[in-house]
């Protein structure tokens, strides 16, 4: 059964940055795709960036140039590095990956 570990959220004025973790337990963490979501107060979780097995990327238009998704294979971990972030990024953040989702991790932009 997948486990999934989030970390990293916390407060950041606007124009700061951040750096998430998801370590990733439970399966063979190289043959999935991983992705990172969020969830703003009263709105649908929706989609922020994606990786797949190879390192290719994806991501939504509100933060493409201003977000970057990584994996390290070794660690068992996806990363999300948020930069420039806005008021309007605040959420929680959750990682998903083998139809699991991890416990989330709250981020506030907030001056």
């Known amino acids: 059964q997948v486990q999934l570990v989030e970390s990293g959220g916390g407060l950041v004025q606007p124009g700061g940055s951040l750096r998430l973790s998801c370590k990733a337990s439970g399966i063979i963490f190289s043959i999935y795709d991983m992705a990172w979501y969020r969830q703003a107060p009263g709105k649908r979780r929706e989609l922020v960036a994606a990786?797949?097995?190879?390192?290719?990327?994806n991501y939504a238009d509100p933060v493409k140039g201003r977000f970057t998704i990584s994996r390290d294979n070794a660690k068992n971990t996806v990363y999300l590095q948020m930069n420039s972030l806005k008021p309007d990024d605040t959420a929680v953040y959750y990682c998903?990956?083998?139809?699991?989702w991890g416990q989330g991790t709250l981020v506030t932009v907030s001056s």
């Open positions: 990786i797949g097995t190879g390192g290719s990327t």
């Open positions: 998903k990956a083998g139809g699991g």
